[in-house]
């Protein structure tokens, strides 16, 4: 009997634990889950299922180990388990369709300084929260998601790995060109709204 | 300038080896997942050539720029209160 107890904790005890342990996460999972479904409500339902979920697995949630990075993982595939596919959003890009487009295996693409260079304009670093929100939005969902994860969440390249089943080599790629297509996307959405990118001065290609 | 436009060609045909190397790595020492040796072949290079300073100060700036730029959202309080009272009443 003691012996049983030892392994399995009492209600009282898991309840304890699992508030401590994983309600802390609350507020980086929550935003998370506003940025893959951008809908308040799905937010919410996505992080109340992921929470049940936990609370299921508990006893699987090794103490001490990293909570936040076991958490994400859970969101990211009820997310695409079942999330995904009952939502009535139409269906984002294909990230297979994007990523083929941005060719290519190795991280040391063409266009490399291209698109490095937009930054320097003064019309993007003219843009401010909402547009900037907007462009990391308009991304398909798994460019979003790594660039969430490492510039948002702070996760290294092995924790994105695992929250995402996928080595660290594809990380890295996905990371690069989610990073090249987001910059593109600030550039346009500077030109969109109005603020004239040739209008600084540093300017003075032909166009 | 003329220089200007000239160095912005440059960006984009620079065939140095050394400048191919160090953008490889550019966002591994940004995400600071590059080892000690990368770190100071990288500094180092960076001291020597001024498109790859400027590319990498143009890369750690998207980063920053982000983080300062999507704001948070607050957890609904009611979210809390919910998780917390279906968890009690899970056997
Ligand atoms: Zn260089």
């Given at each position: 009997?003691?012996?049983?107890?030892?392994?399995?904790?009492?209600?009282?005890?898991?309840?304890?634990?699992?508030?401590?342990?994983?309600?802390?996460?609350?507020?980086?999972?929550?935003?998370?889950?506003?940025?893959?479904?951008?809908?308040?409500?799905?937010?919410?339902?996505?992080?109340?299922?992921?929470?049940?979920?936990?609370?299921?697995?508990?006893?699987?949630?090794?103490?001490?180990?990293?909570?936040?990075?076991?958490?994400?993982?859970?969101?990211?595939?009820?997310?695409?388990?079942?999330?995904?596919?009952?939502?009535?959003?139409?269906?984002?890009?294909?990230?297979?369709?994007?990523?083929?487009?941005?060719?290519?295996?190795?991280?040391?693409?063409?266009?490399?300084?291209?698109?490095?260079?937009?930054?320097?304009?003064?019309?993007?670093?003219?843009?401010?929260?909402?547009?900037?929100?907007?462009?990391?939005?308009?991304?398909?969902?798994?460019?979003?998601?790594?660039?969430?994860?490492?510039?948002?969440?702070?996760?290294?390249?092995?924790?994105?790995?695992?929250?995402?089943?996928?080595?660290?080599?594809?990380?890295?790629?996905?990371?690069?060109?989610?990073?090249?297509?987001?910059?593109?996307?600030?550039?346009?959405?500077?030109?969109?709204?109005?603020?004239?990118?040739?209008?600084?001065?540093?300017?003075?290609?032909?166009? | 300038?003329?220089?200007?436009?000239?160095?912005?060609?440059?960006?984009?045909?620079?065939?140095?080896?050394?400048?191919?190397?160090?953008?490889?790595?550019?966002e591994m020492i940004i995400d600071e997942e590059a080892s000690s040796e990368e770190q100071s072949y990288f500094y180092q290079h960076l001291e020597e050539c001024k498109n790859c300073f400027e590319a990498h100060s143009?890369?750690?700036?998207?980063?920053?720029?982000?983080?300062?730029?999507?704001?948070?959202?607050?957890?609904?309080?009611?979210?809390?209160?919910?998780?917390?009272?279906?968890?009690?009443?899970?056997?």
């Amino acid at each position: 009997m003691s012996e049983e107890k030892a392994n399995k904790l009492s209600k009282e005890e898991k309840d304890r634990r699992f508030e401590a342990e994983l309600m802390p996460v609350i507020g980086p999972l929550y935003n998370f889950a506003f940025r893959l479904t951008l809908d308040e409500d799905d937010a919410n339902d996505l992080v109340q299922e992921t929470y049940l979920k936990a609370y299921r697995f508990f006893d699987y949630f090794e103490q001490g180990t990293n909570a936040k990075a076991w958490l994400f993982r859970i969101l990211k595939n009820s997310f695409i388990n079942d999330f995904r596919k009952k939502s009535k959003q139409p269906a984002k890009v294909d990230y297979n369709e994007v990523e083929s487009y941005y060719n290519t295996d190795d991280v040391e693409g063409e266009g490399e300084m291209a698109a490095t260079s937009d930054m320097r304009s003064q019309a993007v670093q003219e843009l401010i929260g909402d547009e900037v929100a907007g462009a990391l939005n308009s991304l398909p969902v798994d460019f979003r998601t790594v660039i969430i994860l490492c510039d948002l969440e702070g996760f290294t390249y092995e924790e994105m790995a695992k929250i995402l089943d996928i080595p660290i080599g594809t990380v890295r790629s996905r990371l690069h060109r989610a990073r090249n297509f987001l910059k593109e996307k600030l550039e346009k959405y500077a030109k969109t709204m109005g603020y004239d990118a040739d209008n600084n001065g540093n300017h003075d290609e032909d166009e | 300038m003329e220089t200007t436009t000239t160095e912005l060609k440059g960006d984009v045909t620079a065939a140095n080896a050394d400048c191919d190397k160090v953008i490889s790595i550019l966002e591994m020492i940004i995400d600071e997942e590059a080892s000690s040796e990368e770190q100071s072949y990288f500094y180092q290079h960076l001291e020597e050539c001024k498109n790859c300073f400027e590319a990498h100060s143009h890369q750690k700036m998207l980063k920053s720029f982000l983080k300062m730029n999507v704001k948070r959202k607050d957890v609904p309080a009611s979210l809390i209160s919910t998780i917390k009272s279906i968890v009690h009443e899970t056997a």
